[in-house]
């Protein structure tokens, strides 16, 4: 197992409401990464609920920094890369990383992250399918169907086990992100971007764009060739 990061505290709980909740609680004190093994009030992009089943990953990063809103913000690429490099370390292959911060195994959704500020401070919130896929029928008409990493290698990796990779993964890509910035980070994720150069559908709060994914920008902005021009997109729900 790789060393722990000295510098991080690490709390474990036996139930929680939810991950991200408890690092705001826990605002005041030391950067460090807060695991769950069961959560009551899992929550997901869009206020969507997360449906954890046993066995699964639930854990929050608190990481107190002075930058910007943007560079937190891109702190989602940084955690899907290390989520990518740890699911390969257990054997997972065939992973894209899908805009803005999900993980997919075979095209299938493997893992997502729920970023949250508070002041001075960034929450990174991160679920993983370790042991079991959740119910595709709780899911969204749209959600892509979800995987489990058990089902991927044929065996179950414990959410201790994936912690102490993710928390290792995740220092390496956060150093070189404080070392050199966004761009080596927007370049590794282009790398292994899902459906980069083919046609995807954008959902804003009041439209669909669809149009051909061209690349993210210097940001960490979706930028769509479509009909009417280029679009660039800070926010969306992406879907194909
Ligand atoms: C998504 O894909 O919609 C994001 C899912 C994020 C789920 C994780 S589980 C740990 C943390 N606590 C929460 O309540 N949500 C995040």
Redesign the pocket.
């Given at each position: 197992m790789p060393d722990w990061p000295a510098h991080l505290g690490r709390v474990i709980l036996e139930t929680v409401d939810?991950?991200?909740l408890e690092a705001a609680r826990r605002i005041n004190t030391g950067d460090q990464w807060i695991l769950t093994h069961k959560?009551t009030a899992?929550?997901?992009?869009r206020g969507?609920v997360?449906e954890m089943p046993k066995g699964n990953f639930?854990?929050?990063l608190l990481m107190h920094s002075s930058d910007d809103m943007q560079a937190l913000a891109q702190r989602s690429f940084v955690a899907a890369l290390a989520l990518q490099d740890t699911l390969e370390s257990f054997g997972a292959t065939d992973i894209t990383l899908k805009w803005p911060n999900?993980v997919l195994v075979k095209g299938q959704k493997i893992a997502?992250?729920?970023l949250a500020s508070a002041s001075g401070a960034i929450i990174i919130?991160?679920?993983v399918n370790l042991a079991k896929a959740p119910d595709i029928k709780k899911l969204e008409p749209n959600a892509l169907p979800p995987i489990a990493l058990s089902n991927v290698i044929g065996s179950h990796v414990s959410a201790l086990d994936f912690l102490a990779a993710l928390a290792t993964g995740f220092e390496r890509f956060e150093q070189q992100m404080r070392d050199f910035g966004f761009d080596p980070i927007r370049r590794a994720w282009l790398d292994n971007a899902a459906k980069l150069g083919e046609v995807i559908y954008a959902r804003l709060p009041n439209r669909v764009e669809t149009g051909t994914f061209e690349t993210i920008d210097e940001t960490g902005a979706l930028v769509l060739m479509t009909a009417k021009g280029r679009l660039v997109l800070p926010a969306a729900d992406v879907f194909f």
């Open positions: 939810s991950t991200n959560q899992g929550t997901g992009r969507k997360w639930a854990a929050s999900d997502g992250i729920l919130g991160i679920g």
